[in-house]
T-cell receptor, first 117, second 112 residues
Framework: GAVVSQHPSRVICKSGTSVKIECRSL??????MFWYRQFPKKSLMLMAT?????????EQGVEKDKFLINHASLTLSTLTVTSAHPEDSSFYIC?????????????FGPGTRLTVT | DAKTTQPPSMDCAEGRAANLPCNHS???????VYWYRQIHSQGPQYIIH???NNETNEMASLIITEDRKSSTLILPHATLRDTAVYYC?????????????FGTGTKLQVIP
């Protein structure tokens, strides 16, 4: 089956630093990837939609200069949390859409837990 | 995408069937019902989807009412590993710029 990986799985960083999270589709090509964040005991909230070779589309209320998304290839999208603050601590999950499947099915990564101290 | 309503939590005894309901009264004709689950601190996992017919796979069964305004996910023999939050989502199936939007889901606790 289609596999999506994320790296790192956990990261702790100091306030003010930037953190990059990678999302890879391992056995399929993904023209579109999605980034979600999830606070404890809450549902997933869509942050942005990332298309290969073009600018990401951000959901309302998500700061694009804060959460930089790059989708440089059909198998890799990155989310960079810039000048991280403790309130950015969250579980970040990506998903990738299989472009070759006629169903455009979406597959989710295992998530990255970010803790900002 | 149409909105869904699910009970916030449910308990089920291990080995028994878990029946998770979902209301989607505003579903439109071309929208499918999808179910995902999220085990603690992991990414969501696809379970099953359907349009109007009942569906079954190795994980679960999906029963959709004739008017398509509600559905039930059935885990036939729940195990402790089925403890998770289950999300019911309606979305168009093919193409377009649609995205998966999660509601609050149902937290299923399987009890030994």
């Amino acid at each position: 089956g289609a596999v999506v990986s994320q790296h790192p799985s956990r990261v702790i960083c100091k306030s003010g630093t930037s953190v990059k999270i990678e999302c890879r589709s391992l056995d399929f090509q993904a023209t579109t990837m999605f980034w979600y964040r999830q606070f404890p005991k809450k549902s997933l909230m869509l942050m942005a939609t990332s298309n290969e070779g073009s600018k990401a589309t951000y959901e309302q209320g998500v700061e694009k200069d804060k959460f930089l998304i790059n989708h440089a290839s059909l198998t890799l999208s990155t989310l960079t949390v810039t000048s991280a603050h403790p309130e950015d601590s969250s579980f970040y999950i990506c998903s990738a859409r299989d472009r070759t499947s006629g169903t455009y099915e979406q597959y989710f990564g295992p998530g990255t837990r970010l803790t900002v101290t | 995408d149409a909105k869904t309503t699910q009970p916030p939590s449910m308990d089920c005894a291990e080995g028994r069937a878990a029946n998770l309901p979902c209301n989607h009264s505003t579903i439109s004709g071309n929208e499918y019902v999808y179910w995902y689950r999220q085990i603690h601190s992991q990414g969501p996992q696809y379970i099953i989807h359907g349009l109007k017919n009942n569906e079954t796979n190795e994980m679960a069964s999906l029963i959709i009412t004739e008017d398509r305004k509600s559905s039930t996910l059935i885990l036939p023999h729940a195990t402790l590993r089925d403890t998770a939050v289950y999300y019911c989502i309606v979305r168009t199936y093919l193409g377009g710029y649609q995205k998966v939007t999660f509601g609050t889901g149902t937290k299923l606790q399987v009890i030994p």
